[in-house]
């Protein structure tokens, strides 16, 4: 698996994470940490200061450490920025999600309503 910077594989995966949603502008994906395979993309982390703003993998490799190759990649970005710590908003449906944060180590700090969709979610934190 390589692991890139920015890349122009980024708008094929938002793309195929989500077909009816641009994910913002390309400037806003600058920076963007992407996984490789054979030279398909399969995930992506984005930060935005302390702020852990996406992580996905796609479906079709998960549980092979991408997922946390990916939020390492995030989380020493998000030290090299100077943060000591780290939060992100999940989805208090997403339990494969939470799971995944739990094992590397995120602690569960409180619980919120998304302003626009309405559904509950998480907030996780971890110490960096």
Not at 54 to 73: C, H, M
Not at 116 to 122: D, E, I, L
Request: aromatic share 12%.
């Amino acid at each position: 698996m390589g692991m890139v910077g920015p890349h122009s594989r980024i708008a094929r995966l938002q793309h195929a994470r989500n077909p009816k949603s641009s994910f913002g502008t390309a400037a806003s994906w600058r920076g963007a940490v992407v996984a490789e395979v054979e030279g398909r993309a399969v995930g992506v982390v984005r930060t935005r200061g302390a702020l852990f703003s996406d992580l996905w993998v796609d479906p079709d490799v998960r549980s092979l450490g991408i997922g946390a190759k990916l939020a390492r990649a995030g989380e020493n970005r998000i030290r090299a920025d100077g943060h000591g710590f780290t939060y992100l908003f999940t989805a208090l449906f997403n339990a494969r999600g939470r799971a995944f944060y739990e094992r590397n180590g995120w602690t569960l700090a409180r619980f919120t309503q998304h302003r626009v969709f309405h559904f509950r979610r998480c907030v996780y934190v971890k110490r960096l």
